[in-house]
């Protein structure tokens, strides 16, 4: 198959053959859009994908941008990291997302007296029974918001950052599964404010992307102050497409196929973010993989089944922002001067790839 791609204002050529790419490849063993998990019946997944945003962009107005990246976040199974002034709608975006999956929500609020088990659960002793019983912390759900997560203290951080990685926790010697689907929305204030401790490059790889909503524009405030005239309470009866659903597309993001040359591309790019004279700490091994990851959630969205280099370009801000430290103001910037010290991949010859 020969796509186009144009990336640093030049026109770019990447060849992919898949003998199972079809027309119809964006499709999954899931139900129809309602309150019920579904059944074996199969539905076309953009129907899915572009249900959820309608949904999403229903309650965040006017960040159709955002509300890309949020699904593109959740497909590809990672965390999200919110760096933002508060009152942007957050908060309501989680609470939607969760909604629209079928899952239950929690919320964290993050303050230096946080406990660990504040959010993992404990067990407590049961004298009628003789013996301990688990009772489960907010992490115990499908959507988890924290709030202000730099102000818990590097203990607590770490209880949460183990949940996150594994999707498990260990309390009092036993390992207790999180659900498949658990998606952490986390915000952080400026590392300058007061009260608040900076997350470790090793816990901010956790997060898949770094995002930044923004304020609305006008048109979008003036929609939002019309819609809320009469409105005495935000509560409502929504349908979800049901988590069994949101796990069938996160398989799906994850069969989607990458060419050998947009993988050596991805190498390249990750090797570059070592090289480069201002970045003190590159993109680690990991942070390649959730790069890819990320880039064949984006591809999905697209309605595509294999990645091209346009999806890595496209998702680079938001997967190395919240991953390069170093020497610089302007991330979007250096992360640029990356992308463009890379030649894009435009052709497969066999047995390997080749760059121009």
Request: hydrophobic share 40%; glycine share 8%.
């Given at each position: 198959?020969?796509?186009l791609?144009?990336?640093?204002?030049?026109?770019?050529?990447?060849?992919?053959?898949?003998?199972?790419?079809?027309?119809?490849?964006?499709?999954?063993?899931?139900?129809?859009?309602?309150?019920?998990?579904?059944?074996?019946?199969?539905i076309?997944?953009?129907?899915?994908?572009?249900?959820?945003?309608?949904?999403?962009?229903?309650?965040?107005?006017?960040?159709?941008?955002?509300?890309?990246?949020?699904l593109?976040?959740?497909?590809?199974?990672?965390?999200?990291?919110?760096?933002?002034?508060?009152?942007?709608?957050?908060?309501?975006?989680?609470?939607?997302l969760?909604?629209?999956?079928?899952?239950?929500?929690?919320?964290?609020?993050?303050?230096?007296?946080?406990?660990?088990?504040?959010?993992?659960?404990?067990?407590?002793y049961?004298?009628?029974?003789?013996?301990?019983?688990?009772r489960?912390?907010?992490?115990?759900?499908?959507?988890?918001?924290?709030?202000?997560?730099?102000?818990?203290?590097?203990?607590?951080?770490?209880?949460?950052?183990?949940?996150?990685?594994?999707?498990?926790?260990?309390?009092?010697?036993?390992t207790?599964q999180?659900?498949?689907?658990?998606?952490?929305?986390?915000?952080?204030n400026?590392?300058?404010?007061?009260g608040?401790?900076?997350?470790?490059?090793?816990?901010l790889?956790?997060?898949?992307?770094?995002?930044?909503?923004?304020?609305?524009?006008?048109?979008s405030?003036?929609q939002?102050?019309?819609?809320?005239?009469?409105?005495?309470?935000?509560?409502?009866?929504?349908?979800?497409?049901?988590?069994k659903?949101?796990?069938?597309?996160?398989?799906?993001?994850?069969?989607?196929?990458?060419?050998?040359?947009?993988?050596e591309?991805?190498?390249?790019?990750?090797?570059?973010?070592?090289?480069?004279?201002?970045?003190?700490?590159?993109?680690?091994?990991?942070?390649?993989?959730?790069?890819?990851?990320?880039?064949?959630?984006?591809a999905?969205?697209?309605?595509?089944?294999?990645v091209?280099?346009?999806?890595?370009?496209?998702?680079?801000?938001?997967?190395?922002?919240?991953?390069?430290?170093?020497?610089f103001?302007?991330?979007?910037?250096?992360?640029?001067?990356?992308?463009?010290?890379?030649?894009?991949?435009?052709?497969?010859k066999?047995?390997?790839?080749?760059?121009?």
């Amino acid at each position: 198959m020969l796509l186009l791609s144009d990336a640093a204002g030049a026109a770019s050529l990447v060849i992919c053959s898949r003998s199972w790419m079809n027309k119809n490849h964006n499709t999954a063993t899931v139900n129809h859009i309602d309150h019920q998990e579904p059944s074996n019946a199969h539905i076309d997944a953009n129907g899915a994908l572009s249900w959820m945003r309608d949904q999403l962009n229903t309650v965040l107005l006017g960040k159709e941008d955002v509300v890309e990246l949020v699904l593109t976040c959740l497909l590809a199974r990672g965390h999200l990291l919110f760096d933002d002034m508060p009152g942007l709608g957050k908060t309501t975006l989680a609470k939607a997302l969760a909604e629209a999956v079928g899952g239950r929500f929690a919320r964290i609020q993050c303050t230096p007296d946080l406990l660990p088990t504040d959010v993992t659960g404990f067990s407590v002793y049961d004298q009628k029974r003789g013996d301990f019983e688990f009772r489960p912390g907010p992490v115990f759900c499908d959507v988890l918001l924290a709030d202000e997560i730099n102000r818990a203290t590097p203990r607590t951080q770490s209880a949460l950052f183990e949940a996150m990685a594994e999707r498990q926790v260990s309390i009092d010697g036993s390992t207790h599964q999180l659900s498949n689907t658990f998606f952490v929305v986390a915000t952080q204030n400026p590392v300058e404010s007061h009260g608040a401790f900076p997350l470790p490059e090793a816990q901010l790889d956790r997060f898949a992307m770094k995002l930044s909503i923004g304020y609305p524009d006008r048109g979008s405030e003036l929609q939002m102050l019309q819609g809320h005239v009469g409105v005495v309470s935000q509560s409502h009866e929504v349908s979800s497409i049901g988590l069994k659903t949101v796990g069938a597309l996160q398989e799906l993001a994850a069969n989607v196929h990458v060419c050998p040359s947009v993988q050596e591309y991805l190498i390249d790019l990750g090797r570059a973010t070592r090289e480069h004279a201002q970045i003190e700490i590159g993109l680690s091994p990991r942070g390649i993989l959730i790069w890819q990851r990320v880039a064949q959630a984006h591809a999905l969205l697209s309605d595509r089944d294999f990645v091209i280099p346009d999806d890595v370009q496209h998702v680079a801000t938001p997967v190395l922002s919240v991953r390069l430290s170093g020497d610089f103001d302007n991330t979007e910037e250096v992360i640029g001067e990356v992308l463009s010290s890379i030649p894009v991949p435009t052709k497969r010859k066999s047995g390997g790839s080749a760059h121009v």
